[in-house]
């Protein structure tokens, strides 16, 4: 289900009547059915891999405090895998659902799929049961060592085979090939389920943080499972952290008329942000990069300069829009944007752009492998690591994988450059500090270049021409609709004003109620011009 579709605004009224008549815990209820609901409008199939990574790590988490789990704990999320695989793996889910709403069968209930759910899926269980009999008689440090262990390959091979089967036989085939062993690739028909490495990561990090003795395991299954699927930030983020959201569903909740209001706005920012810009600027960044032929140095400047701008509103956009519609529920997520560019080094980037998942990488990457508590180039590996990793979560392609390559170098050569000082000992003058932000915005844009190229043959092709000026100023590429630039002009100035208040998001509510009114109601304005654009998927939904 998308944030910017008809089904959403009909989907997320109903959800709220409903959570503001229901009691405490039937609200969490409800809103683990609607999340799932959320999710399997996509395709139903898939939540029987979000449900057994919330198993996992629910008795992942449980057993790294203690060996023994009561009979609810046990048993409520053996029903979970068990009707979940029967139903949405060994059903055709759908045609089960029209035939109960007796709407008429379309083709078989079973699947073809249900011999081998009949088979794996209780041999799955004997050996889960198995390997919890042997953790539990193991001494306390070998029981959290290897249940660790466990719970992180375990969730690694789920996203490792749907996210990076191919691309690894691919690489491994044309490795063979340029060293004269003939190999032909053999490909699995494997679907990429939509949001996977957001809530692999954020269930991942609920165990970890177990294990580091920083949180403890919550004893409701149903609440973690909420946790995990929680649908505002489920399919794009940000990636929550459980000290900081798993509080927030295990208690009641306060709603208030102030975060409510500015929960309706920030879905009225991202959906302007999302429609108005990013769906504007999308034709004419694909003109550009699918371009069959040789393209111009305006071209590639456009085509680059317009992917920025399409990739940060479509994906602040949607944060933006999860923000808002989990505050309309009483529950606060994390800001992953503070006005990225406005950095003026690589490391204000990181600390602005996709603030969940740069900080993911840093507790649970960066620092485990070192951190800076070492030499220059010591640090610089790590940073490097990191960086790389982080290209590779963004897809199963070497673009992705040349861009981290890309940051971490900047990121090395700025910790080089600056002896690792984090910032200045004396603050910015106005002007040094335009420069500062527009020279590393060129590094930036840059960085987008790599980002969005399909082929190292493209990239080797728009860079030669960046430099050689080929082409000069034809731009036969048609270039964004009225809505578009217009609502650039809306955002820039919007954002203009946050920083210099200091980048508070809550700037506005310092003006005059009519000079608010004003802004809300162009971005309304443009919102609505904006429906005219070709709707385009959120960026990030194929991560």
Known sequence: MLFNSLTFAIFLPIVYALYRILPFRAQNYMLLAASYLFYGWWDWRFLFLMIVSTVLDFWTGLILERAKMTRQQVWLPLIFLIVGGLLLVGCNFGTLVRTLAGMGATGPIISTAMPAVLLYLPLGLVIAAALFRWLSRL????????????????????????????????????????????????????????????????????????????????????????????????????????????????????????????????????????????????????????????????????????????????????????????????????????LPYFARSPRDFWNRWHISLSTWLGDYLYKPLGGNRGSMAFTCRNLMLTMLLGGLWHGAAWNYILWGAYHGSALSIHRVLTGGKGRPSTPDGRIEAVAKTLGFGLVTLYGWLLFRAHSFDQIAAFTSTLATGAGGLRLSAALPPLSTLLGMVVLAAWEIGQYRAGGDGRFYQRYPAWTVGFAMAAMTFLLVMGTSNAPAQFIYFQF
């Open 139 to 338: 001494p306390e440090d070998k029981r959290r060592k290897y249940s660790m262990i466990l719970s992180m390959c375990v969730n690694l091979l789920i996203l490792a085979t749907f996210k990076y089967f191919n691309f690894f036989v691919d690489s491994a085939v044309t490795a063979l090939n340029d060293i004269g062993i003939a190999a032909q690739p053999r490909h699995f028909d494997i679907v990429l389920p939509v949001g996977i490495s957001f809530y692999t990561f954020q269930s991942m990090s609920y165990a970890i943080d177990i294990y580091k003795r920083e949180l403890k395991p919550v004893e409701r299954f149903l609440d973690f499972a909420l946790f995990v699927a929680f649908f505002p930030q489920l399919v794009a983020g940000p990636i929550e952290r459980a000290r900081h959201l798993l509080p927030q569903i295990v208690k009641p909740r306060t709603l208030t008329f102030t975060e409510s209001t500015r929960g309706l706005f920030l879905i009225l920012l991202g959906l302007f942000k999302k429609i108005a810009i990013a769906d504007g600027a999308a034709s004419t960044v694909d003109q550009i990069f699918n371009s069959s032929g040789p393209v111009s140095w305006l071209e590639v400047v456009v085509g680059t300069m317009l992917f920025a701008v399409q990739i940060y509103t479509d994906f602040s956009g949607y944060s933006d829009i999860a923000r808002g519609a989990a505050k309309l529920f009483g529950v606060d997520i994390m800001v992953n944007f503070r």
